[in-house]
């Protein structure tokens, strides 16, 4: 059993007396705040704990990759307790176009001598999981289909500048296998400035020094990744997300009432080459047996020997992959507990439920925890204490291969999004360790900061709050980049969204990634699940009861300048001539001042007066509408699904965040010719988000 930390006084923790954010708007009433305290309260009492660790043994029980039957009785567990926690359960079905098996792949060293390669992860002694027959040989989805035998070139960890060296080098890559190792982007790109170099064939390994024994002990004795151990993973690189061959349309199925036009798939831009990923014992037979120059210092990996560039032509290695892509049925599963006062504003939580094996940190400790999360809400509905607004429990389908379901979901309610969504919260792996952490949009860093502060942390006298932020005043939030379901919500729907929860080291897309390994390394204690339900249905229920969304609207400003600052920057590394964006600053300056006016006008209004519903009505609509004004629908250039002027995934290496991406793009391919449009674009955008803010203080005075 938990002992929680007692509530810290809800004054406080929302934001009236703490001098740092003294000025917060808190959303409620004064004279609601007591109420409000016993609400969380009550909340954080009915956090079990223990079913946290009940969900997940249950949830990991067999591989689920998307599309199995295994993986539709993961859907029908999620189902079943969520309706029994009360809500309202829909399934969501599409045909999407996916591999979710590896199908025939041959590894092999040819000559000097004829070695098969390892291409599944050893039994381990102790770990029941690890020799389950359903397990897949590790695989890349959307590989190219070949068989090709060739002399191999060693490319680092295959990000663009990379392959940019190895021709500066003069190393000639055309025809021949690349090995790369995992880290520095989405290995999609890897693929990608393979074919674009010219390569035959890519095999993508796990260094040592970066997941293995250079980092400590090794599974089963550590937590690191063994000789064995094999991530898997999507190599999908299109210029949007979700269903290749659906882009800005649902997937609907196909034997539905409403026929969606779909792409030929000869038509869309899948890699052609093989594509096969190893563990690092593998890779060691291929690079040990590499006898040409010496790779530069950087390169220089940690298995015990040179690395070399280039395995001349007595080293010949075979990549053999035959891998079928085809429609597969994905079902989106979502919970609702309908809002008491304003059931179209939309709280919406989510993770997907694929996952490459048993999935027990990715993704299910998130599914996990939003189940633990739903039974407690529940038992404050049944107890007659229902949220003032809807709450959405989104588990999302077939995301390994490609963010899939949920951008699926997105696009077919992208309108009813836009009107209702204050949020979209995301906990893909989100208890896969112990470390708290968060990224997030402007508007909402300091709720979760303010949430964080009534749950203390396991097996300490603080908070988690306290050790997230350790000796800092507050701690470090970051910006949402690529590789998870918020990308729909927040580039395409201009939804405000976070992803966070706790971290560590993870068998991350392997075999090994199941309930024993977390039971031995993720957290032993199984206290973290519980903790972060605890932080994450506070921060739920403040969104959910609060009489005005308590957005942080000034962070916009103050968040903007900062990124701006380092856009000019960036430019002038390539224009030194270079000043300012001159119609940004002033827009700036104006959003500033709305935003502080607006917040002066709510905060007094919300202390010394009773809001109209007519005024409660416009008032949220125009806050859930705010995001919105960074939605262009011109998009990007780099890739016109993504909409959002104010976030991208990085278009070259899948993961990072992009912010302001419109400009970053130009700085990446040193262009400056489209400068102008971008200050127009961004200042038009920036002014309408002033205009909207404006628009709100009128309603209060």
Known sequence: MTIHKPILGFALA???SLPTFSQQVTGFYPKDAASEKAIEEEYLKAVNFARFKVHLQELTKAPHIAGTPENEAVA????????????????????????????????EIITPEKILLSQQEGPIEGDPFSTDSRLHKGFNAYSGSGDVTAEVVYANYG?????????????????????ARYGGNFRGYKAQFAEQYG???????????????????????GPFYNETT????????????GDP????????????????????????????????????????????????????????GGLPFEYKLTGGSDLKVRVKVEQQVDYIRANNIVGKFEGSEFPD??????????????????????????????????????????????????????????????TEWVEQFKDELGAKAVIYMNFDGAVSGRNFGVSAAPTL???IIEASKEVAYPDSSKTVFEVWAGSNEEPRIGNLGGGSDHIAFYMYAGVPSMSGGAGGTSAYHSNYDNFHYYSKFVDPTFKMGGTVASVIGVLTLRLANATIIPYDVPRYAQDLRMHFDNAVKSVQEIDPGFTAFDKVDEAIDKLKTSAAAYESAMNKALSSKEFSEKEIHLLNKDLISLEKSWIDPKGMYFGSWYRSLYVSTDPFSGYASWILPGIKYEVETKSTERLEEWDARYSKAILDLSKKVDKMTKILQ
């Open 199 to 221: 390569a035959a064939a890519l095999i993508i390994y796990t260094d040592p020094n970066d997941s293995g024994f250079g980092k400590g002990d090794v599974y089963p004795d």
């Open 445 to 447: 860093k300091n709720l």
């Open 76 to 107: 029908a567990y999620m189902t079943k307790v969520m309706s029994d926690a009360g809500m309202d359960v829909t399934s969501y079905p599409y045909d999407v176009y996916l591999p979710n098996d590896p199908g025939e792949s041959l590894l």
């Open 345 to 406: 504003e939309w709280i919406i939580l989510g993770s997907h439920y694929d996952a490459w094996s048993f999935g027990a940190t990715d993704p299910n400790s998130g599914t996990a925890m939003m189940l633990t999360l739903a039974e407690a809400i529940g038992e404050l509905v049944k107890n007659g204490e229902v949220p003032k607004r809807s709450i959405l429990i989104g588990h999302w389908d077939a995301e390994e291969q490609g963010v899939i379901g949920s």
């Open 230 to 241: 094999i991530q898997r993973g999507s190599l999908l690189t299109l210029d949007y997300t």
């Open 245 to 300: 061959l659906t882009p800005f349309e649902p997937a609907l199925p196909l034997d539905g009432d409403k026929k969606v036009k779909r792409l030929d798939p000869k038509d869309v831009a899948f890699h052609t080459i093989p594509v096969s990923p190893i563990g690092y014992g593998a890779a060691k037979e291929i690079l040990s047996r590499m006898k040409g120059s010496s790779v530069p210092e950087e390169w220089q």
């Open 159 to 179: 990000v663009k500048a990379d392959f940019e060296k190895l021709a500066e080098m003069g190393v000639d890559l055309k025809g021949k296998v690349v090995i």
């Open 14 to 16: 929302i934001g009236f």
